[in-house]
T-cell receptor
Framework: GAGVSQSPSNKVTEKGKDVELRCDPI?????LYWYRQSLGQGLEFLIY????????KSGLPSDRFSAERTGGSVSTLTIQRTQQEDSAVYLC??????????FGNGTRLTVT | SQQGEEDPQALSIQEGENATMNCSYK?????LQWYRQNSGRGLVHLIL?????REKHSGRLRVTLDTSKKSSSLLITASRAADTASYFC????????????FGSGTRLSIRP
């Protein structure tokens, strides 16, 4: 079946604008993660959803970042009032039972 | 903050040689996973080793885990050009519920 799908693949936005990044997980996967990867760096945990439980938001870097997961499936990561330091690749991953994680190809966000 | 730190940060070897990457982590873990990331793509799960295991094999991959030293190693034998990628360790910690934390990665280059 289809893997994890992320859209858009690339997003260029002006500083101060809001952006929405979308993740379509693998059907039936109850766990969904968002990570941020700066150029040549490791993955920074942002947020984790598991079924109907309250999400673990402990990795969100500021209150400009928020995420939701509707109907236990599609997730949207929203960044308000974007800053240049928000430029990175945002990766989404889903899993059926914690591990292994299945990743999308990411959204490359550039804030000018 | 990142749980794991990979060593070395970058590794360049001749095709056919073996590549060894190390990962150190900070807290007690449930399991440790290794992922590969090709340029511009998402991560792909390679192998998982549980905290009660010391060694695991999968094809040309060999993973070891030393919980007393909080470290793991990934050995790729008989390297191929297609092994060129970044490799990340990731840990699932007892103390962080289901949060999977990634290390900073090792960039592996295979010279033909």
């Amino acid at each position: 079946g289809a893997g994890v799908s992320q859209s858009p693949s690339n997003k260029v936005t002006e500083k101060g604008k809001d952006v929405e990044l979308r993740c379509d997980p693998i059907s039936g996967h109850t766990a969904l993660y968002w990570y941020r990867q700066s150029l040549g760096q490791g993955l920074e945990f942002l947020i984790y959803f598991q079924g109907n439980s309250a999400p673990d938001k402990s990795g969100l870097p500021s209150d400009r970042f928020s995420a939701e997961r509707t109907g236990g499936s599609v997730s949207t990561l929203t960044i308000q009032r974007t800053q240049q330091e928000d430029s990175a690749v945002y990766l989404c991953a889903s899993s059926l039972s914690l591990v292994p994680l299945h990743f999308g190809n990411g959204t490359r966000l550039t804030v000018t | 903050s990142q749980q794991g730190e990979e060593d070395p940060q970058a590794l360049s070897i001749q095709e056919g040689e073996n590549a060894t990457m190390n990962c150190s982590y900070k807290t007690s873990i449930n399991n440790l996973q290794w992922y590969r990331q090709n340029s511009g793509r998402g991560l792909v799960h390679l192998i998982l080793i549980r905290s009660n295991e010391r060694e695991k094999h999968s094809g040309r991959l060999r993973v070891t885990l030393d919980t007393s030293k909080k470290s793991s190693s990934l050995l790729i034998t008989a390297s191929r050009a297609a092994d060129t990628a970044s490799y990340f360790c990731a840990t699932l910690s007892y103390s962080s519920a289901s949060k999977i934390i990634f290390g900073s990665g090792t960039r592996l280059s295979i010279r033909p």
